[in-house]
């Protein structure tokens, strides 16, 4: 028996629908009624969904005689209830004879290719029944739902922004960056190094102060944070740079969280830089790292050197954490991004849009 899907806005549309292309000889198996919709490029709607088969004509002139059986089967069948009320063995047979959409291996081959997986895979994935034709615009629409971005902090940002992170991840080069990015829209902006142990870590933050035209202080020893706060009480934006720290070197990790304790909670963020190119299985073992820190926001960077942005976006959702920038070169000031919708659907393979191309089409 061939079981036959048609949705609509309405039980009746459906059944109409039905009949309008079968015929008469239909029999409903079930119907489900859902709802569309509803995020970024969508509106809510209700649907309903029936399936069906079927019956064919009788073959003869001779009166067929229906027994009690068969009109208390199509009397079941006529009052097709919806799925929620079912028991669960009539739901698993109303599953079982569901054809499976098309659009299913797709899917699967764009979250694999993105490397979107784990409980973000499932978030995204559940309930989903896409219903324009190119799904892929759904399905985009459901992956920014889940994604968390911090406007907040990108428009009104504390008096201090402490950036912690493993050694190569960037912190330093994103400090001068995202100091450029607000001292361009008026704030005066100053820099904090707690970062005395790397080989040249003085000379690097130094250089980016003094093309930046800011003001720096270098903490040596603990007692010296309060001083650097005391040099940085007229500017508007403090930005503390910190020392990569292993996580077998428990003894500076003690340190650096010691030191970080002098500044207020209240005007402090902590946000930890991520290389996009990591795996997000080795994401959360960093995170673990300087997860006593209250970690309160996530910068991605090297977006320039991977394809996709998902395996960080798998990350970022495993920790529920939001995104507050990218970086995308090695150029500073230039190559940083406020986090947006735009830039994720930017950086994902095979499923986002290229802005450039739009706008070009526009000119």
């Known amino acids: 028996m061939e079981y036959i899907t048609i949705t609509a806005d309405t039980y009746e549309d459906a059944l109409a629908k039905a009949k309008s292309q079968y015929g008469d000889n239909i029999r409903v198996h079930s119907r489900r009624n859902y709802t569309n919709g509803g995020g970024l490029f969508t509106k809510k709607r209700n649907k309903t969904e029936i399936i069906f088969y079927l019956v064919k004509e009788a073959p003869t002139a001779a009166a067929k005689v229906v027994t009690n059986e068969e009109i208390k089967e199509f009397e079941k069948e006529a009052k097709t209830p919806d799925p929620e009320t079912l028991r669960e063995d009539e739901k698993i047979q109303t599953v079982l004879t569901k054809a499976k959409p098309g659009w299913e291996k797709e899917l699967e081959d764009l979250l694999l290719v993105n490397d979107i997986k784990g409980s973000l895979r499932e978030s995204v994935t559940n309930n989903f029944v896409p219903t324009n034709s190119d799904f892929r615009i759904e399905l985009s629409d459901k992956l920014l739902s889940q994604v968390k971005i911090d406007y907040v902090n990108q428009a ?208």
């Open 156 to 363: 009104h940002p504390r008096k201090y922004m402490v950036l912690i992170g493993p050694t190569g991840s960037g912190k330093t080069t994103t400090i001068a960056k995202i100091a450029s990015l607000y001292k361009s829209v008026g704030k005066k902006v100053g820099l904090i190094s707690l970062d005395n142990f790397r080989v040249g870590a003085f000379q690097q933050i130094t250089t980016y102060a003094e093309g930046l035209q800011l003001p720096i202080y270098v903490v040596k020893e603990e007692d010296e944070v309060i001083l650097a706060q005391d040099k940085m009480k007229g500017e508007d934006l403090v930005i503390v740079d910190t020392m990569g720290i292993s996580p077998k070197d428990s003894a500076n990790l003690l340190r650096l969280k010691q030191m970080l304790s002098f500044f207020p909670k209240a005007d402090t963020l902590i946000v930890m830089t991520c290389g996009a190119t990591s795996k997000s299985e080795d994401l959360y073992k960093q995170f673990k790292n300087y997860e006593p820190f209250e970690i309160g926001s996530l910068i991605a960077t090297k977006l320039d050197e991977t394809e996709s942005l998902g395996s960080f976006l798998t990350f970022a959702y495993s920790v529920s954490l939001p995104l507050l920038f990218c970086t995308n070169g090695q150029k500073v000031p230039s190559d940083i991004l406020k986090a947006s919708t735009s830039v994720i659907l930017e950086n994902l393979k095979d499923l986002g849009y290229n802005s450039n191309s739009f706008k070009s089409q526009l000119q």
